[in-house]
């Protein structure tokens, strides 16, 4: 008789979600993830801005630079992810009303 498919995922093949994170200083996981408040701020467009915020962030903190340049970049990042979401808002919010 043949053997049906194991359909069920293998733990051991599960991506590690917070590989992401692992090994960077608490600051700089807290500024890395700061900028996705904007999802509670702002819904799908905050969460896009937010979420890209957060990549670029990671992408910061896993580069090469000074720690004081690291974080002024980072804040650099989450004030353009706001204005990022708040010109799409106002720009969306003009063309529906």
């Not at 992401?20 to 799908?44: D, E, H, N, S």
């Not at 004081?68 to 990022?84: C, P, Q, S």
């Amino acid at each position: 008789m043949a053997r049906l498919p194991d359909l069920l995922p293998d733990s051991a093949a599960k991506p590690d979600r917070w590989a992401r994170f692992r090994g960077l200083p608490p600051w700089q996981v807290g500024g890395a993830v700061l900028p996705l408040v904007l999802v509670v701020v702002g819904g799908l467009l905050g969460g896009l801005a937010g979420g890209a915020a957060t990549m670029i962030n990671l992408k910061i903190a896993r580069s090469g630079l000074s720690s004081a340049v690291k974080a002024l970049a980072m804040v650099g990042v989450v004030l353009a992810a706001a204005i990022v979401y708040l010109v799409a808002a106002a720009l969306l919010s003009a063309a529906l009303g």
